[in-house]
């Protein structure tokens, strides 16, 4: 049976900010409506959505205000509440896909039989037909997605609570994906509340539209009422918000990005500085690689996007192409300034000193490299250690800060950030060294129009200053931003290679 949503002047302020995440909200969500929550980068969407769910514990900040879901206040031990988080790896449990999905299940109290019928219904609704005994460890970001709503599908909650659902889901999958999610909706009849910037994507599926602005709700409607009236939809597109059918490339026309036709840029007349002869690629201790019989020849001041579906192996691509991981089979090279004082060719073979002002990765999850207390202390570490001074340091910073809108949360720490601010933390922090090659895995997750503007602002910054650009992306209007060019993996074309006997016996060895 699914439950109404009320807020009476609800607010939560995290314990190490002065300012709220949002201001005192008061709302009304009918028992099994369906609603699409919207608003900019930090506007609050992430933590109102903790709230609901019952999962912000009460040492990480103070409430104020009423929150009810039904007639009591939430508690997630009650199982009322499906929660798909924005970070795929921080919702994976267990070492096996089965007792994942499982998992919410037997905390529920339901019967052995009926779990075991459920987890293959429901990894197959998610389009994740795999056994049981699968390791959720070889599975990509994506896939990782697809297993928390199988999770959330397998245990027919009264409210369902999604986080950017489809933001790490391929764009030729992603309406299967929002199709299923609606599918268990409609079985389960319950309230659904979705934080999206794909707005499209859910528009015509929902039946009220939520917009959170930086002074608390800007608007609540059916969605023909809050984009249809066309002063409300000016201030919507001031503040960021994706509005369908108005709009357009934020880049800007005086920017000049690298011409592209039918989606391919113009070739680089740049040095070469990475090639991979026959490559194959792994995630250390998997058996088979996620893609194989790679030749790539990449140049300097040029932009490449990676693209392919979930589970095609692109965010082992960039991990094996920054030196972080060794190659299964094949081999990657640097050439030209790129490798100019190396002792060997291969960038994993090269000591992390070396590497690390050379090749900047950033992650698909942003948490993974966050070192340091405070948003501009994490951007000044890569500069440091590149030996800049504490002037150029400090002009950096400020620059980045000001740039992608993390002004005002120079002190904060990078983990309290909203899931848009800590990404855009991450590519910052990566960039701000300015190293040769840059390598970023869907650099765009969780922007608003504005924000993603800056971050296009940034690369085309990058790439004119003759650095190249890598970029694991289902984002394809970015791509055409950076002037891309587009190399497809998993493709039926993609030859097949047996795995040589070096492939994960290479070790990182001393420069």
Sequence with gaps: MALPIDAHSFSWRHADREQPAFVPLDLHIDAGEKVLLLGPSGAGKTTLLHAIAGVLPAESGDAA??????????????????????????????????????FGMENL?????????????????????LPHDHPTAALSGGQKQRLALAGVHAMAPQVIILD??????????AASVRDAVLDTQAATSATMVIVEHRVELWLDHVDTVIVLGPDGLLAQ????????????????????????????????????????????????????????????????????????????SIRAGEAVGIVGANGAGKSTLALTLAGLIPEFAGEVSALGSLRAGAKHARPFRWPSAFLAPRIGLVFQEPEHQFLRSSVAEELALGPRLAGWSEDQVEERVAELLQ????????????????????????????????????IVDEPTFGQDALTWAGLVEQFLDVLARGSTVVAISHDHAFLEAIGARRVVLGGAKQPRVEKTGAGDTRERREN
């Design 403 to 438: 740039a992608l809108g993390l002004e005002t949360l120079d002190e904060a720490h990078p983990q309290g950030l909203s899931g848009g601010e800590k990404r855009r933390l991450s590519v910052a922090a990566m960039m701000a060294p300015r190293p040769q090659v840059l």
């Design 221 to 296: 409607g059916i969605p023909s009422s809050v984009f249809g009236d066309p002063e409300l939809a000016e201030v919507l597109l001031e503040c960021g918000i994706w509005v369908p059918g108005t709009t357009e490339s934020l880049a800007g026309d005086d920017r000049n990005p690298v011409e592209s036709v039918s989606g391919t840029a113009a070739v680089s007349t740049g040095e070469l500085v990475l090639r991979t002869e026959q490559l194959s690629v792994a995630r250390p201790r998997v058996k088979a690689p996620a893609a194989t019989g790679l030749d790539l």
């Design 164 to 173: 950017e659902p489809t933001a790490n889901i391929d764009p030729d999958s």
């Design 109 to 129: 109290g339901l019967p052995a039989e009926i779990i075991d019928s459920r987890i293959s219904t429901s990894l197959r609704t998610m389009g994740l037909d």
């Design 65 to 102: 205000g009423e929150l009810l879901v039904g007639d009591r206040p939430p508690d997630p031990r009650r199982g009322e509440t499906g929660l798909v988080l924005q970070d795929p790896d921080s919702q994976v449990i267990f070492s096996r896909v089965g007792d994942d999905v499982a």
